[in-house]
């Protein structure tokens, strides 16, 4: 649904454009210099469904007491090891460093984590003990433990919890005539699954080196996942229909995700390189979402490869935004911190302690000379970097509206791209600046409504 609606506007809209005519200083040219209005809508289709709930903490059945026959040991289990998945350039610094989630958890949280990650990397079935604790910590740890490890593509967003003997087990895998729980492939399965993904990472990691710099591992890999990725409308409309899709296997092996995917590829691809990323939940276009946080150069941004991908272009304008800018069309889920027990128990949306992200130093827009500060600096902000571009034989540019710039993409009114430009005489300044070979005579416009960013190209 995604990739047809694209399509469609674009079509429509090079036939139906309303076009505005310049006149170069210098008469450049006889050709009249025009601005073709392209818009780039992602639909509100649903990009964070869950099974039976809109829980981003994950579901679970609460069961009052278990039989005696259907508590496991923690022995034994399928073998697992980082190295099946994780290729062999990367760092095992980078591997076995603590998540961002666990590291915000109390020691009792800490604790349950650890055991549930035994159960997860072993793919146990049946309930397993893990000891006196409350529901409301079980269920924190279960969702610190699936954020701070987008490699366990097999571990589902579900989980069965129950009492025994005045402790408590849960079970990822368990199957009776009430519940129906289980992995999302065999360990089998994932022996093969895990050397897939593996030459996956491997030739991901192909687009960076180590000389480059932070800034330039994450933009590398951010446009590689994204030169490389289909949106899965199928499974954003329901998820049996590809529960790969929510998973980091699903976007980097499969090339077809949802936001979920989207964010969890982004996460792994992060740490295969060293640099710090969490996830985010929350809501943007009216339906749940998931996006990605992460640390560059010793400060956190907040970047939404979802809306950053689109089938005509790679865009960048979710690329290291700070929260006050996400915020125009995002929506954030509490920390968890603030629920009550019983709000947890219940599986209401929540974040594990969120970086807050205030920096503007590694801002796309910044760092390419496109960030727009205000209404009145656009003018000379756009007609710079055409002239820039132009000059280096680049056909394109990307812009930034500031997080205290008024001004977001659209096509109508005042403050529209297209009555931008013609206040500014955008194109008829440029020009002055470049020869008659280097002169820009059409501009087109694209961008997602509503944000903070657009694309000019020529």
Same mark, same amino acid.
């Given at each position: ?14 036939f139906t ?7 170069t ?10 601005v073709s ?6 639909? =509100?289709?649903?990009?964070? *469904?869950?099974?039976s ?6 579901? %679970? ?9 259907? @508590? ?9 090891s980082?190295d099946d ?9 980078f591997i076995s +460093?603590?998540? &961002? ?12 984590? +650890? +055991?549930? $990650?035994?159960?997860?990397?072993g793919m146990? !079935?049946?309930?397993?003990v ?12 279960f ?7 987008p490699?366990?593509y &097999?571990l ?5 919890? /129950? ?14 005539e ?11 399965? +994932? ?9 996956a ?8 080196s ?6 330039e591992?994450?933009? %590398? ?8 990725? @289909?949106? $899965? ?9 590809d529960?790969?899709?929510? !998973? ?9 995700a949802?936001?979920? /995917?989207?964010?969890r590829a ?7 390189v060293?640099?710090?990323c969490?996830?985010?939940?929350g809501?943007?276009?009216?339906q749940?979402?998931? &996006? ?9 941004? =907040?970047?939404? !490869?979802? &809306?950053?991908?689109?089938? %005509? ?8 935004? !700070? ?5 125009i $069309?995002h929506?954030?889920? *509490?920390d968890?911190s603030?629920?009550s027990?019983?709000q947890?128990?219940?599986f ?6 969120l *970086? ?27 007609a ?8 280096? /034989?680049?056909?394109g ?20 791209i ?14 002055r ?6 002169s820009?005579?059409?501009?087109? @416009? ?12 020529w």
């Open positions: 649904m995604k990739k047809t609606t694209a399509i469609i506007l674009l079509i429509i809209c090079l454009f309303t076009a505005c005519s310049y006149t200083a210098d008469d450049v040219s006889s050709a009249a210099n025009t209005q392209i818009e780039t809508k992602q639909d =509100n289709f649903n990009i964070f *469904p869950r099974p709930s809109s829980s981003s903490s994950g579901d %679970a059945t609460i069961i009052s007491s278990i039989p005696a026959d259907d @508590i496991q040991e923690l022995s034994g289990g399928s073998p697992y980082s998945i994780f290729p062999q350039q990367v760092k095992a610094e +460093r603590d998540g &961002w989630c666990y590291s915000a958890l109390s020691k009792t949280q800490q604790s349950i984590y +650890r +055991r549930m $990650d035994k159960i997860a990397t146990h !079935t049946g309930f397993i893990l000891g006196d604790y409350q529901m409301s910590d079980i269920v924190v740890a969702s610190a433990l699936r954020t701070d490890h490699e366990y &097999w589902s967003n579900q989980f069965a919890c /129950g009492y025994s003997s005045g402790s408590t087990a849960v079970a990822f895998e368990y199957k009776n009430n519940i129906d729980i289980s992995y999302l492939c065999t360990p089998e399965e +994932r022996t093969s699954f895990n050397d897939k993904l593996k030459y990472l491997e030739k991901f990691l192909t687009s960076v180590d000389d480059m710099s932070e800034y591992k994450e933009l %590398a890999l951010h446009d590689a996942l994204l030169n490389t990725l @289909i949106y $899965d409308n199928a499974a954003a409309a329901d998820s049996a229909n529960p790969f899709a929510f !998973t980091a296997y699903g976007a980097l092996v499969n090339g077809t949802v936001c979920e /995917g989207y964010s982004f996460q792994l691809l992060m740490r295969c060293g640099i710090e969490t996830l985010a939940t809501s943007s276009k009216e749940g979402h998931m &996006w990605n946080k992460v640390k560059i150069g010793g400060e956190w941004y =907040n970047v939404d !490869t979802t &809306w950053n991908d689109d089938d %005509a272009y790679v865009f960048h304008t979710y690329f290291n935004i !700070t929260d006050s800018m996400i915020e $069309d929506s954030v889920h *509490p968890y603030t629920l027990s019983e947890l128990e219940q209401e949306d929540f974040n594990i302690a *970086p807050a992200c205030t920096s503007l130093q590694s801002n796309y827009g910044t760092i390419n000379g496109s960030y727009i500060s205000s209404r009145e600096d656009f003018a000379e902000v756009t710079d970097v055409l002239v820039k571009s132009a000059k280096s /034989g680049i056909s540019a990307e812009f930034v509206f500031g997080e205290n710039c008024p001004l977001t993409f659209s096509l109508e009114g005042e403050d529209s297209t009555s931008l430009l013609e206040e500014g005489e955008v194109l008829r300044n440029a020009n600046e470049l020869s008659r070979s280097e820009i005579k059409n501009v087109y @416009i694209s961008g997602i409504p509503g944000s903070k960013g657009f694309l000019l190209k």
